[in-house]
């Protein structure tokens, strides 16, 4: 092992030495993790941002978009009966990720994108939805966050008995603010 010099920071990193399995790989930074792998070229990180906001949309975005009152998609929802039984976002189209393939054309424009949402960020449910309309040929976007966050923001949850709303969760909206400013 030896220690060199990070490249962009000039932090020192300790490297291990080239093998035949490959180049000089990062160990761990003497000055700490984050920086371990260097970032990105600046071209490089601004082409992943972009396709990243291409790809995905976050609750607050989904939410100013549906308040607008034209908001030039359709979000839908891929969770189970149950699931939407238990709750949904108002206005959203309830087609489960297994019967995308039957029921798209009956139920999607596909010259309207779609926003897909399953229950939160440990279900791969809206990316498995997302990718099933992709291939159908539909413009998507998954809603990352999902139904858990969309309720722990705060934003209105319609069931069988009507809408409620919950108060927003401080570690992912702010108190008394009509939204986070980023």
Do not use: N
């Amino acid at each position: 092992m030896t220690m060199t010099t990070h490249p962009i920071t000039t932090h020192p990193i300790t490297t291990r030495s080239a093998t035949a399995a490959g180049p000089q790989d990062p160990v761990r930074p003497a000055a700490g993790a984050a920086l371990g792998t260097p970032p990105a070229a600046p071209a490089e990180a601004a082409a992943f941002f972009a396709a990243r906001l291409a790809f995905q949309a976050d609750v607050a975005d989904v939410h100013a978009s549906l308040e607008s009152g034209d908001p030039g998609f359709v979000l839908v929802d891929s969770r189970s009966a149950e699931a939407w039984e238990q709750g949904r976002i108002p206005g959203a189209v309830h087609l489960p990720t297994a019967g995308i393939p039957a029921r798209a054309a009956d139920v999607l424009d596909p010259a309207v994108p779609v926003i897909a949402y399953c229950w939160g960020p440990g279900c791969d449910g809206a990316t498995r939805a997302a990718l099933a309309l992709a291939r159908l040929g539909y413009p998507v976007k998954e809603m990352i966050g999902g139904f858990e966050y969309w309720t722990r923001e705060g934003f209105a949850v319609e069931t069988a008995t009507g809408t409620r709303r919950a108060a927003p969760d401080p570690l992912t909206a702010p108190a008394g603010a009509a939204s986070c400013g980023c």
